[in-house]
């Protein structure tokens, strides 16, 4: 990637909104180029930022050498189709259960890579799963945060499903902070205590990698402690398993939806 070489932005809502100011923490910012369509959202980050507003998608692909497809899925084939795709184009799909093929089949003359990013990406603490690897993909997302390469796209596609689990915590996170609340803990201190202690969770796992999780859980859940009493709960409860049975009606739906 050349510090010339526009990229332009096909869809620009909620997780473009999030995804360009970490875009834009680079040490040489890439120049952007956004679509028109979701006008109010590219508005407010052309004000923000300076960023050009393509006249169409024509004119965004004319103008673009990589372009990041982010449209909703039913919208993809109508939004790519009879539009100046050329030999030198990389075409990023950041569109869910849509596979590589698929992509591939209407921009047949480009490049076609996938990513699955989340709107941590604006404040670099998106872990993004990429497929394939392409060192011109990794250099663009790498400050939105850590880039997870997988080597085949059923991979990719399982994996990608994680980017949903990420919603999912939230939800739980805030059902921790209204209990909190319910015993007269100041609002702001239950959210920012539960955020905290979930990025310590996740810190310790990350740092520890080599131990295994179960490890990790045994030391903090001794038998007869506050903590392992809570687990036991928990698990006589099977709260854990809808967890594991939602990953997977996803990727079932997933796979449902491209017919495979």
């Known amino acids: 990637m050349t510090d010339q070489q526009v990229i332009g932005i096909m869809g620009v809502g909620h997780l473009i909104r999030h995804m360009v100011p970490g875009l834009l923490r680079a040490a040489v910012p890439p120049k952007l180029l956004l679509s028109p369509r979701g006008a109010e959202t590219a508005g407010a980050l052309s004000r923000r930022f300076g960023i050009e507003i393509a006249k169409d998608n ?120 209204a209990w909190l609340q319910t015993e007269n803990i100041d609002p702001d201190v239950a959210r920012h205590l539960v955020a905290a202690m979930t990025k310590a969770s996740g810190t310790v796992v990350l740092e520890r990698r080599d131990e295994p999780l179960d490890r990790l859980v045994s030391e903090l859940c001794l038998p007869g402690s506050f903590t392992g009493q809570g687990l036991d709960l928990l698990r006589d409860r099977k709260a854990f398993a809808p967890w594991r049975e939602a990953c997977q009606a996803l990727l079932e739906r997933m796979h449902k939806q491209r017919g495979s």
């Open 58 to 177: 024509h004119d965004l692909v004319e103008s673009s050498q990589m372009v990041l497809i982010a449209v909703r899925p039913f919208q993809l084939a109508q939004a790519m189709t009879g539009l100046p795709w050329r030999d030198d184009h990389l075409v990023v799909s950041l569109v869910a259960g849509i596979s590589i093929d698929t992509v591939q089949a209407l921009v047949p003359r480009c490049r076609v890579a996938r990513a699955i990013p989340v709107i941590a990406g604006e404040f670099g603490a998106s872990p993004t799963c990429v497929f394939p690897d392409v060192p011109d993909v990794r250099r663009l997302l790498e400050p939105t945060g850590p880039i997870v390469p997988l080597a085949v796209e059923s991979d990719f596609e399982a994996a990608s499903i994680i980017s949903c689990y990420c919603g999912w915590v939230q939800a739980l996170m805030g059902e921790v902070t």
